[in-house]
């Protein structure tokens, strides 16, 4: 069954190769340009790397008549937050969820199809690497963010 799962998943990143150097477009990798084609419903099937350890932070500021917020990727949960751009006070986390989670909820408002792959192969190690772990094959070309 492993064997499987492995044999479906250098399958699926082998396509994503294919699309990457194709010059149809349908390949998208890197959490902006990926996040822009989810939030289009442009993709297909989204790549995420197994070893993907982020959360996204939904961000408020610590002023309460101040009513700025923003989203943030983190890496680290000690990683300083920064502060308001509007009114410079100290800026807190109000949610925080695991970026898979996250990814994925936005793939499913487009009936876009997740894969977590693993980092056990040649192309599931470069997907970790040399692409920041998030990738998607398109169902059409788009503009780069
Ligand atoms: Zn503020």
Known sequence: ??????????????????????????????????????????VETLLLSEDLRKTRAKIVCSNRSCDFTDSQTRTNASAPIGNCLKCSSQLTIAEEEDIVADLSKMADQSGAAVKIISTEFEEGAQLDKAFGGIAAILRYKTSHV
Request: aromatic residues 4%.
């Open 1 to 42: 069954l492993i064997d499987l799962e492995l044999t479906k998943d250098k399958l699926v990143m082998r396509q994503f190769m294919k699309e990457l150097v194709s010059d149809k477009g349908l390949a998208a990798y890197g959490e902006k340009e990926v996040r822009h084609n989810l939030e289009l419903g442009s």
